[in-house]
């Protein structure tokens, strides 16, 4: 354990070696059933849109009758990028030019280049997991003020969002911030990018792969529509609106994964990170993602055991378990604190005036935190 400012952070690590001798040895081995996952979700979305093909034909009428097609495309489009990244976490697929193939594919609708991916998440977040070098957290207030920046305090959950701006963003911020990594690498790949949150390079080759997975991913998008004949009420009803539903089906979860943690410099998974809790039958179709500080803990551990990963915590450490969080509950946070950091521990808004505690930071009562002082502000471009 290491106290720093203060604050008790135990390192991602240390929770791995307490834990690991309560999980059997099955939870560590590859489980093809999440190969089987995705190739299902995959044939749900091929099926939808073959149905869709002959909208033009349906009475008016009866075109209501496609809506429940619709809903369940969106939660494959969830699910997909759910099991694409435990895909690229876990090794089920150990043959690199197979795996790189059903993760493109996976993770198509999303709009992600799996090189990206395991750049920004596997490399970046999971190691730097709400600190100042993770591509995945809020922006800081003394950032300068860029479109990005801008773009997402409109449309992310805060207690001053406009909700037609939060709607809006909950069918968008998925590809919102997919675009604004991916421009960020193929357009500069320098650390100096602004209008990101954290800035970050790749190896050239990696910048290569990416543009040539994205092109992939570009061709495939218009080979659907295509398919569809540019048609806009077989677009509305088999593409973009499930591609909508499944984008805020992705962000409920991502947005209560770190945002309303403290910033931590050393890797806590119980003080960055948040899990929640939802109906069960959420859980089984979305791959247990609910468990999000768990998956943080073992990043390579099968999903079905993340459930009595919880309950090891539980039982070992018992005082922090307040990083456990009902959804309804993460949300009314999420509506009621501001987006940006003013330091590690306090939230503040566009202006810079509010200055909200972090209510889940990991300090013990009537301890106060001393404040880190980020660097002062850059000024706006």
């Known amino acids: 354990m290491k106290i720093i400012e203060n604050q ?56 209501w009758l496609y809506l429940p097609v619709t809903l369940i495309m969106g939660n494959s489009v969830t699910v997909l990028t759910f099991g694409s990244h435990d895909l690229m976490h876990t090794g089920i697929i150990k043959n690199p030019y197979c795996l790189r193939m ?74 919102i911030s997919t675009f604004r990594n991916l421009s960020s690498v193929l357009l500069f790949n320098s650390e100096d990018v602004n209008y990101v949150p954290a800035a970050f390079k790749v190896r050239p080759e990696e910048r290569r792969e990416i543009a040539l997975e994205f092109l992939i991913i570009f061709m495939l998008h218009i080979s659907i529509l295509a398919y569809l004949q540019f048609n806009l009420l077989k677009l509305a009803l088999s593409y973009f609106l499930p591609i909508a539903i499944g984008y805020a089906g992705i962000i409920f979860y991502v947005y209560t994964n770190h945002m309303l943690s403290p910033m931590t410099s050393i890797n806590d ?7 929640i809790k939802v109906p069960k039958l959420f859980d089984l179709l979305h791959l247990n993602f609910s468990y999000h ?55 503040t808004d566009w202006t810079g005036e509010a200055s909200v505690p972090c209510r889940l930071n990991v300090a013990p009562p009537n301890v106060p935190i001393p404040i880190h002082r980020f660097p002062g502000p850059s000024g706006v471009s």
């Open 8 to 63: 008790l952070l135990i390192h991602q690590v240390e929770y791995a070696k307490k834990l690991r001798p309560g999980l059997p040895p099955e939870a560590f081995m590859p489980d093809r059933s999440k190969v089987v996952i995705l190739l299902i979700n995959l044939t749900i979305l091929l099926l939808g849109w073959g149905i869709a093909s002959h909208l033009d034909r349906w009475p008016t009428a009866l075109l």
């Open 269 to 275: 998974p119980l003080a960055n990170s948040i899990s």
């Open 102 to 175: 059903v993760s493109l594919l996976g993770f198509a609708m999303g709009w992600m280049p799996p090189t990206l991916w395991k750049n920004v998440h596997n490399r970046l977040h999971h190691l730097r997991t709400n600190a100042l070098g993770d591509p995945d957290r809020n922006y800081l207030h003394q950032q300068p003020n860029t479109l990005g920046k801008w773009i997402q305090d409109l449309v992310a959950p805060s207690q001053m969002v406009n909700p037609f701006w939060l709607i809006i963003g909950m069918a968008s911020a998925w590809s």
């Open 293 to 347: 500080a768990e998956h943080h803990i073992f990043p390579g551990l099968n999903s079905d055991y993340y459930p009595l990963v919880q309950n090891l915590i539980k039982t070992h450490y018992p005082e922090r378990s307040h990083y456990i969080l009902g959804a309804r509950e993460a949300w009314w946070l999420l509506l009621h604190t501001p987006r940006h950091y003013k330091n590690e521990t306090t939230f």
